[in-house]
């Protein structure tokens, strides 16, 4: 184990950047899809207001933060601004509005983590999964595509990261491995850590955005246009930072006492947070903070068997790009 943790010499990594272009191009969702997302959420919006005038229908998750792909489902979130309303209430009398208006394949799931409504448009042909209230979700969804219009090499690594994660089973939160949500989180703090820095930390600059969700206050600065050229030194292609990336959480990452903190661009430790030990089903075993829900590790969803198939991902991608002479195939190879 030690000897396979030394540092690898960068070989020809560059080799890679053609393909990797290429799977990111193929994956990017033609621009048409957005048209149809925004139909359904105009239909869907009709809907919401005529029982709920204050209701306000947003759009959250892989379908608005820049990282989705072509013909997922969308995630909707359903602000009402009364605290005191009864989500399940809501969400049975929501999903009886949308079954009356020929949505297909109408389901209420009260009693899930996230409690949602799933529905199917015939029109668009689109699938949607509405939640209450949910309004966290859509400020750090803006947090995401904000930074992902900083620098095109974010939402490369990213979209090869979640392929590649998807690809091996890694990507399977009730398996115990990482949301994508996690993923884009671990590529924008690799980001921020880059010399010269590719990202620069949103949280820590002057506040242009402001907003209270839930007690929380999320604030950071958003006039993101104008840092179009700060990954601009760096000149490093997105071959060399996926292999970055994937040495990173394979051999220099410090799993025993490292929390990664994309709000303070920097590496926290374990102790301070008080993430040393397992406390209920949190074990802490690859930290990494919320931007906002600060008290939540994206990785609490990590156990000990999981944890190891992890970072043997992790090492397997490192070596293959290294090493294999056709590191695309192996590299996304179906596990
Ligand atoms: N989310 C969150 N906290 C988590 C996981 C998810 O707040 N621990 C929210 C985020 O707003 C995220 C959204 O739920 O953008 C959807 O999460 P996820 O399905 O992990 O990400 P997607 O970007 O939708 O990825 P995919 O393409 O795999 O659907
Ligand atoms: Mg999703």
Redesign the pocket.
Known sequence: RNLKRQMPCRVDIDRLNTPFIAIYESLIPPEEEKAKQKQLLTLLQRLVTKEWPEGRLFL???CA?S???SR?DI?VCLAIGDANINKSDVLLKLADILQSDNLQDVQALARARVPIVKLMDPVTGISCDICINNV??VV??KL?RDYAQIDERLRQLAYIV?HWAKSRGV?ETYRGTL????Y?IMCIYFLQQRRPAILPCLQEMEITYSVTVDNIECKFYDQVEKLRKFGSRNKETIAQLVWGFFNYWAYRHDYANDVISIRTGSVISKREKDWTRRIGNDRHLICIE?PFEIS?D?GRVVDKYSIKVLREEFERAAHIMQDSPHPCESLFEPY
Not at 179 to 182: C, P, V
């Open positions: 959250y998750g892989s933060n990282f989705g792909v997922s995630d966290l979700a750090n969804t995401l979640k990507n949301s994508s949500y996690a884009v919320d939540h994206l």
